[in-house]
């Protein structure tokens, strides 16, 4: 089964409902976009398209000591864990335009996974403090030692609520997040880095925002709704989530 947004497949056949906002085509307009996308990705030149960019991802994913094709599901499902997906590296220009990662912003991966986006941070260039926090021992490990000769990286196995402060450090300015948990624990690392920010603008880039709503109506917290623009809408949105400096 694919995992949506990734082009990756899960080990299980059970339907991913940690995508909600990916199990029905959209309607409206937008239905007219999803329509062409599914006739193209079906024809010569979809197939093709999709073979190009499976070769190009893997070059980067390779260039980083290792393919990350898996996208296994949790063994943390009681934490709100559930899959461990890789962002698309087509996704993330569109997330982080030039000029967005500022050379004095500390990069932090709330569930970083196999490392895929700390790949494209590194192939961009970035000499950033970056810190990759997974819950999954073995995963981090992984993708710890797949990393290690990079010195501006460190990547820290446990519950990101409770590694905040300590290794994700204070001067955090940058969170992504690709959908790393269910609600309960959104809510726990909302009220975790409210408090630990507060009065810091910290910006969290959340990918596939599922829970993004819980941001909304919140003074302490500036909320934007982007689209990747890119003609896939059912993987177009990403939110950008500022906690205000300053916010009591
Ligand atoms: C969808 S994957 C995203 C991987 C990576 N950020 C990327 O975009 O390629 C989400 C990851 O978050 C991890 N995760 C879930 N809950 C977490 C928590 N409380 N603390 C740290 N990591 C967590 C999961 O184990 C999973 O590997």
Same mark, same amino acid.
């Given at each position: 089964m694919r995992v949506p947004g990734t082009g990756e497949h899960t080990a +299980?056949?059970?339907?991913?409902?940690?995508?909600?906002?990916? !199990?029905?085509?959209?309607?409206?307009? &937008? &239905?007219?976009? =999803?329509?062409? !996308?599914? %006739? +193209?990705?079906?024809?010569? !030149?979809? %197939?093709?398209? &999709?073979?190009?960019?499976?070769? %190009?991802?893997?070059? @980067?994913? @390779? %260039? =980083?000591?290792?393919?990350l094709n898996k996208s296994p599901e949790s063994r943390y499902r009681h934490l709100g864990a559930r899959y461990s997906a890789n962002t698309d590296y087509d996704a993330l220009p569109y997330i982080f335009p030039d000029g967005s990662i500022k050379p004095s912003d500390v990069l932090v991966d709330v569930g970083c996974g196999f490392g895929r986006v700390i790949n494209w941070w590194l192939s961009r260039g970035l000499r950033n403090q970056i810190v990759g926090v997974e819950l999954d021992p073995d995963i981090a490990a992984k993708t710890r030692c797949r990393l290690r000769r990079y010195a501006n990286v460190a990547v820290v196995t446990g519950d990101v609520v409770e590694l905040m402060p300590g290794p994700i450090p204070r001067d955090a300015t940058v969170f992504y997040l690709f959908h790393p948990f269910e609600r309960p624990a959104m809510q726990r690392f909302k009220a975790r880095v409210e408090e630990v920010y507060r009065g810091r603008r910290l910006r969290l880039y959340y990918y596939v925002p599922a829970h993004a709503d819980l941001f909304d109506d919140d003074p302490q917290w500036e909320v934007q709704r982007r689209s990747l623009g890119s003609p896939w809408p059912h993987r177009q949105e990403f939110a950008l989530l500022t906690l205000q400096a300053g916010a009591a």
């Open positions: +299980t056949a059970e339907a991913p409902d940690l995508w909600p906002c990916f !199990s029905n085509p959209p309607m409206g307009g &937008r &239905r007219f976009l =999803y329509d062409v !996308s599914v %006739r +193209t990705q079906k024809s010569t !030149s979809g %197939r093709l398209a &999709r073979a190009v960019k499976k070769a %190009r991802t893997a070059c @980067l994913d @390779l %260039r =980083y000591g290792g393919l």
